[in-house]
């Protein structure tokens, strides 16, 4: 099983921004789609955006026009930059290749905290 690292998390406050970084190895970059995903203690695992090879995206409702997935091919590493953050948006947040599951485990995942 391979296993992504997630980077980038920490505490902000409302309104503020993050960039969260996930590195990949380059099988698993150069194959599949990839995906953030967001949980909260007591609900399930969701998506939270996914992208492409060729850099399609789609969004949760929840995020649309606040957050942009992106990826480096060179560096195989993707990337989620949150702006304008909100408490409802607290949560650890993990990247897998979309849709997830094998060969690709859940990392440790990166936590973010939206709270003055």
């Known amino acids: 099983q391979v296993q992504l690292v997630e980077s980038g998390g920490g505490l902000v406050q409302p309104g503020g921004s993050l960039r969260l970084s996930c590195a990949a190895s380059r099988t698993i970059f150069s194959i599949y789609a990839m995906g953030w995903y967001r949980q909260t203690p007591g609900k399930q695992r969701e998506l939270v955006a996914a992208?492409?090879?060729?850099?399609?995206?789609n969004y949760a409702d929840s995020v649309k026009g606040r957050f942009t997935i992106s990826r480096d091919n060179a560096k195989n590493t993707v990337y989620l930059q949150m702006n304008s953050l909100k408490p409802e948006d607290t949560a650890v947040y993990y990247c897998?290749?979309?849709?997830?599951?094998?060969?690709?485990?859940w990392g440790q995942g990166t936590q973010v905290t939206v709270s003055s």
């Open positions: 897998n290749k979309h849709p997830p599951g094998p060969p690709v485990s």
């Open positions: 992208i492409t090879r060729g850099s399609s995206t």
